[in-house]
């Protein structure tokens, strides 16, 4: 999840308040997974005992998110570990899985949130309340779509995260989960044959388990600890020391999961069927509370159950929408992802993206739990494995070999395993899961690389808006900002500036401009060329036009003082394009100049990555007798 900086103040959050957000995302999966294992052929009442075996997968795994946290101070988790482990691209891979983690989070919680509303109705002995209950229970995928509908809403309008907020549900939602558990063990009391008879009833057939059959239930419990993720997302706002607050946090996570989601997986599963009546996999947690401790508990289960997941859900749409943005402004999604809403001051198209996306899901799976879980592990474990198998490969880069990096390695191989049996025992799962990881990686990097775009802006009519909307800032240029001249006016003035370089400036860069001038002079030349080009974001220039940016005047009239002080004629030109490579290519051979030199105005990892890509564009674009140099 995204949770701002507390108050205004920098790292404010406890180990208390972090394990109460770390726990209403990770707390969530006992509602639901229970029962979906239960469900599962080859697994049903043996669903509690691979719970437990995932679990010890689960302690080592938590121990290394406290290292991840400490690596990663700023936050980023899976997309920054990926980064610093295996590069950028492993790193947007490893966005596009969690992005796939927060779709389908999104989906199930407010799925499941609904059917343990719907649970509601065996507190009721009919009127109204009970008609509305049993019209939820019939119609759960309906609900969940307008809850998230709702929750998009209110997004929107802006729906600020609370840690206080998150530690009072997810102390009511332990706390009600271990009076569950109490009252449960206290009604079946000191009877030592009807604990033997639980523990038959749960662990029976566990010597009888193929290979396969192992690896399948050992793959598929793993969805007992989704969210534990969310931890390396906090890292920004929990408190220093920064290694000690996330040690006691995970402690705690660690200690309160373990109590409630085995046990409450062994006591629901072992229970209910010998209780007789149909067992309901999709809320057992209440039905277990309703059949052991009476309409009061079964109703304070449907209470902390359905908020905590509706707010997991909203948890997922906040998170979603953060990480589309953050990809945005690497390129990797569209600039539009970051356009706010002129009243709410909201990424309402990101909100919308992050809401549609589940919508979508719950309707085309009917919010069939098993299957939506089946899709929520392939983003899951892939997070997973870049996380943990990417902290592994820092620890080796570093020259740690010690027994510690090899318990490190050993999650590692466990959910790297895990996630290829799903792949191979949920095709579909992995269809859907892979499907939307590639198309994100394959647009992403076309918005990166500039594919995309550079295809788009090809089309005729697109190309002709084009022209219109820059014809309005060469109008801007030549009229009314004193000494620039447009691109149109520079080709006019080429036969009386005796001149064979072009310096490209993007800001303010008195390097690049005085590398300009001694190429100039040394070319026995009296004049140069001085380019700035107005690259609009996203795929369509503003309605106004594309007009002259500050930046851009600012760039040019300094490279003109510059120039006029070494006693050399400066051409400021000013141009528009989509593509500052392309606008850049069409200047050279515009003005038939032999050498081009560019730079960037700072030293920022994003002006680099930006110069970078100009660079490769323009190798590919300058034509052979034109030198390229690269000034830093």
């Not at 052929?41 to 005992?49: D, K, N, R, Y």
């Not at 009877?191 to 059959?213: C, M, T, Y």
């Not at 219109?468 to 000494?483: F, L, N, P, T």
């Not at 006019?492 to 860069?509: C, D, H, Q, R, Y």
Request: aromatic residues 8%; neutral net charge; hydrophobic residues 50%.
């Amino acid at each position: 999840m995204a949770l701002s900086k507390q108050g205004g103040g920098v790292r404010q959050l406890t180990w208390l308040l972090a394990w109460a957000v770390v726990f209403c995302d990770i707390g969530t999966s006992v509602y639901y997974v229970p029962g979906i294992l239960y469900d599962r052929e080859g697994i049903g009442s043996l669903a509690p005992f691979f719970i437990i075996l995932t679990a010890a997968g689960f302690v080592l795994l938590a121990l290394k998110y406290v290292e991840i946290v400490e690596r990663t101070p700023e936050g980023g988790g899976v997309v920054a570990i990926g980064h610093m482990a295996f590069g950028e691209r492993m790193g947007a891979l490893g966005g596009m899985f969690i992005t796939v983690d927060f779709f389908l989070t999104c989906a199930i919680s407010s799925v499941a949130a609904f059917h343990y509303l719907a649970s509601a109705n065996d507190a009721l002995a009919g009127g109204s309340a009970a008609a509305f209950f049993s019209h939820v229970s019939a119609n759960v995928p309906l609900y969940a779509i307008a809850g998230l509908l709702l929750l998009g809403v209110v997004n929107t309008i802006g729906l600020r995260e609370s840690a206080t907020l998150s530690l009072g549900m997810a102390a009511a939602s332990l706390l009600t989960n271990l009076v569950v558990v109490a009252v449960t063990a206290y009604e079946l009391g000191g009877d030592a044959e009807r604990w033997r008879a639980l523990a038959a009833a749960v662990f029976d057939g566990v010597g009888e388990l193929g290979r396969r059959e192992m690896l399948v239930g050992f793959g598929a419990a793993w969805l007992a600890f989704s969210g534990l993720e969310s931890m390396s997302q906090l890292a920004p706002v929990i408190r220093e020391p920064l290694r000690r607050t996330a040690r006691m946090t995970m402690a705690s996570v660690v200690v309160t999961i373990l109590l409630t989601s085995p046990t409450l997986a062994v006591l629901s599963i072992g229970v209910l069927p010998a209780a007789g009546g149909e067992v309901a996999s999709e809320r057992l947690i209440s039905q277990l509370a309703f059949t052991q401790g009476g309409s009061l508990l079964g109703l304070a289960v449907v209470v902390t159950a359905s908020s905590l997941l509706l707010f997991a859900a909203n948890t997922a749409i906040i998170g979603a929408y953060h990480v589309f943005v953050a990809l945005s402004e690497r390129r990797y999604f569209p600039n539009r992802m970051r356009r706010r809403h002129p009243r709410f001051n909201t990424p309402y198209l990101a909100i919308r993206f992050a809401t549609v996306v589940p919508i979508v899901i719950i309707w085309a799976t009917g919010g069939e739990l098993g299957l939506l879980g089946d899709m929520y592990a392939f983003g899951l474990l892939g997070a997973f494995i870049i996380e943990s198998g990417g902290l592994d490969r820092i620890r080796w880069r570093e020259g740690q070999r010690g027994l510690g990096f090899w318990f490190g390695v050993l999650p590692t191989v466990m959910v790297i395993t895990a996630w290829i049996v799903n792949m191979v025992e949920k095709p579909t799962a992995t269809l859907f899961g892979g499907t939307l990881a590639a198309v994100g990686m394959l647009i992403g990097t076309g918005l990166r690389r500039g594919w995309i775009k550079d295809a788009f802006h090809t089309l005729p009519m697109v190309a002709k808006r084009d022209m219109a909307k820059i014809g309005v800032g060469e109008r801007v240029a030549s009229e009314e900002i004193h000494d620039i001249i447009t691109l149109a006016e520079a080709r006019e003035v080429v036969p009386f500036v005796k001149s064979s370089t072009l310096v490209a400036v993007s800001g303010t860069n008195d390097d690049v401009v005085a590398e300009g001038i001694r190429r100039a002079r040394g070319m026995g030349e009296s004049a140069l060329y001085c380019l700035f080009v107005e690259e609009w974001p996203g795929l369509f220039p503003s309605e106004e036009g594309v007009l002259p940016s500050q930046g851009g005047i600012q760039a040019l009239t300094r490279a003109a003082v510059q120039a006029a002080e070494a006693g050399v004629e400066l051409v400021p030109i000013w141009t528009a394009s989509h593509n500052a490579a392309l606008g850049i290519a069409h200047a050279v051979e515009e003005l038939s100049v032999a050498g081009v030199m560019i730079g960037s105005p700072t030293r920022s990892a994003m002006d680099r990555l930006l110069r970078g890509q100009v660079v490769r564009r323009l190798q590919r674009m300058l034509p052979e007798q034109c030198r390229l140099v690269i000034c830093d």
